[in-house]
């Protein structure tokens, strides 16, 4: 490695070095087919949760990471690769975090995990993508089963509820659930509190307020028709299916069902909605993500036709 290695933290309104931050991202994503830094940190990173940081070298960026919460998200540049930079960078933020420091390895690089043996990091959560291609409406379909899982959590599922009609926009099943679409400003509450519920003990997804929340309708993807919900008989909320389409592949983001609602196959009914949804909008394939130690889950995706597409690591400090 030659030249001086410096990390630059950025504030909020330096939109220049805000553009080279997400020029890199953008450069590692092209290259590596998949992106250096997830959702939730880029939330934290908009909301000032966390601090973004440049990576230079006389004067030349090199790579971008992002610190704060004990966590370490950090990425070189391609072309900047296999020089040291990325040793360098990641000791000097690992310096300013505490014990029990976290840092994500998106798709699991090897040069990544060489780095986290020599610090003394060790393997904690893996999280894996996976897909399936949908070529037709009777693709989407999925299975019975148990256990469904995606990255944002559990839902339970059994065989034997299916959608039996429509009313008003509204999906009805056997059991007189039914399945609608989320309305912006009147369902926020009751789903972030269901949400909270449902992923209690998941470090992500559990958490989400109604500021995320917000955050998350603001964006160009977010279309309330793709966000369904399920209501009992009684009008209760007690399931969801939210999804997130950009471009072709149909992401199926987060989904969940009421623990005292579970055995009743209604998981099963949001997924099959969910996934009849992405085929009506044109998607081609179907994403979600999913612990690697969910092995029930996991099981079950790969006999539905999903495949691995990424691997995740998160590391933790000893």
């Known amino acids: 490695m ?21 020029r890199v991202a953008a450069a590692a994503l092209a290259f590596d087919g998949y992106a250096p830094f997830n959702e939730q940190a880029l939330y934290d990173l908009q909301s000032g949760l966390r601090t973004a940081y440049l990576v230079l070298t006389e004067e030349i960026v090199v790579g971008a990471a992002l610190g704060g919460r004990g ?10 690769r296999r020089r040291g930079y990325g040793r360098e960078a990641f000791r000097e933020l690992a310096a300013t975090e505490p014990n029990g420091l976290t840092a994500w390895s998106h798709g699991d690089h090897p040069a990544a995990r060489a780095l986290a043996t020599e610090l003394r990091f060790v393997a904690a959560r893996t999280l894996l993508e ?3 291609p949908l070529v037709a409406a009777g693709e989407a379909m999925i299975g019975a089963g148990d256990g469904i899982e995606t990255a944002a959590g559990t839902a339970q599922t059994t065989t034997g509820t299916t959608p039996t ?23 926020d509450a009751e789903w972030v509190a269901l949400n909270a519920l449902v992923f209690a003990t998941h470090p992500e997804q559990g958490a989400i307020t109604a500021a995320d929340l917000t955050a998350r309708q603001a964006e160009s993807w977010f279309n309330a028709d793709d ?35 579970a055995g009743r196959g209604l998981g099963r009914a949001l997924m099959q909605a969910g996934l009849q949804r992405l085929v009506a909008a ?7 993500y999913v612990e690697a130690d969910s092995l029930g889950p996991v099981h079950l995706y790969r006999n539905l036709g999903f495949a691995d597409h990424t691997v995740d690591v998160q590391y933790r400090r000893l």
């Open 71 to 80: 966590e370490i998200d950090l990425v070189i540049s391609p072309e900047f």
């Open 282 to 288: 044109g998607c081609t394939g179907a994403a979600l």
């Open 227 to 261: 966000f369904l919900l399920l209501r009992d008989a009684a009008g209760r909320l007690i399931g969801y299916n939210w999804l997130k389409v950009e471009g072709t592949i149909g992401e199926i983001y987060v989904v969940g069902v009421h623990a005292d609602a």
């Open 130 to 132: 996976l897909r399936k």
């Open 165 to 187: 009609g429509t009313a008003a926009g509204a999906s009805a099943l056997a059991g007189g659930e039914t399945i609608s679409a989320f309305r912006v400003g009147i369902d």
């Open 2 to 22: 030659s030249g001086f290695l410096i990390l630059s933290a950025l504030e909020s309104a330096d939109a220049a070095a805000l553009a080279d931050f997400h």
